[in-house]
């Protein structure tokens, strides 16, 4: 693959753009400048620095962000910044088959709730983790405004009724970690899911955080804020 076609893949400008960067010595592959565009590369893990930025190639962008409270998982935020602001252009402008450039969140979390975040670019993986159908469990962590106890457990594995679908909706799991903290399971994702379900046992969501998505959890050592790439094994974990 032409060293232009890399870079346009890999989201850093229109082909000419691309181009222009490697002729004006922007572009290293493997720690040597390459001034030659139409040099040709295996393009998956290959190494390049663009413009001082370190990049690893990947044919399908798939990514973990610990999101921080604040932000939304919104392309057009209405009151906070929006949480593709924390991500790199180039997995902002990657050419993508839909009508929207870059990675796309699987799911969203609200403005005040933190964890774990997947983003790609892979439409048939964002179809597989959203879709209520394959009922990848997520876990989160919710502080409660009030103690609760074994009744609450109860009511959430047995199912409680939302406001809009008669239809009783369960936990997959809950335990008390704390009388105020409850790890709470679902397979599902419906709209403020997780507050509304802990309206329906009588008490109140004070913080909210996503720990796991299917067998992946949140890496104690990535910060809010930041993200990674996933690899095959993460992947594994989530899709199994």
Same mark, same amino acid.
């Given at each position: ?17 691309c181009a222009g960067l490697i002729q004006q010595g922007h572009v290293a592959v493997h720690e040597t400048v390459c001034l030659d565009a139409t040099a040709e590369f295996d393009d998956e893990g290959l190494r390049l620095r663009v ?53 796309? #969140?699987?799911? *969203?979390?609200? @403005? ?6 997947? &983003?790609? =670019? /892979? ?24 103690? #609760?106890?074994? *009744?609450?457990? @109860? ?6 009724? &939302?406001? =809009? /679908? ?10 008390l970690t704390d009388p105020q903290y409850l790890r709470l399971t679902l397979t599902g994702g419906k709209y403020h899911q997780v507050k509304r379900m802990v309206a329906a046992v009588g008490n109140r969501v004070e913080a909210l ?32």
């Amino acid at each position: 693959m032409q060293l232009q076609d890399i870079l346009y893949a890999q989201g850093f400008g229109t082909r000419r753009v691309c181009a222009g960067l490697i002729q004006q010595g922007h572009v290293a592959v493997h720690e040597t400048v390459c001034l030659d565009a139409t040099a040709e590369f295996d393009d998956e893990g290959l190494r390049l620095r663009v413009q001082g930025l370190e990049w690893v190639c990947h044919r399908r962008a798939c990514i973990m962000l610990n999101k921080p409270a604040g932000i939304e998982c919104s392309q057009k935020p209405s009151a906070w910044p929006s949480v593709y602001t924390l991500l790199p252009a180039p997995l902002r402008q990657r050419p993508n088959k839909s009508a929207v450039q870059g990675v796309q #969140a699987i799911g *969203r979390l609200d @403005q005040d709730t933190t964890g774990l975040l997947l &983003l790609t =670019d /892979d439409g048939q993986l964002i179809h597989r983790l959203a879709s209520p159908r394959h009922a990848v469990p997520k876990v989160y962590e919710v502080t409660l405004k009030h103690p #609760a106890g074994e *009744r609450e457990l @109860q009511q959430l594995l047995a199912g409680v009724v &939302l406001d =809009d /679908d008669p239809r009783p909706v369960r936990a997959a799991a809950c335990e008390l970690t704390d009388p105020q903290y409850l790890r709470l399971t679902l397979t599902g994702g419906k709209y403020h899911q997780v507050k509304r379900m802990v309206a329906a046992v009588g008490n109140r969501v004070e913080a909210l955080h996503r720990s796991q998505i299917g067998g992946l959890k949140l890496p104690a050592d990535l910060a809010p804020g930041q993200w990674r790439w996933l690899e095959a094994a993460d992947l594994a974990l989530i899709q199994s």
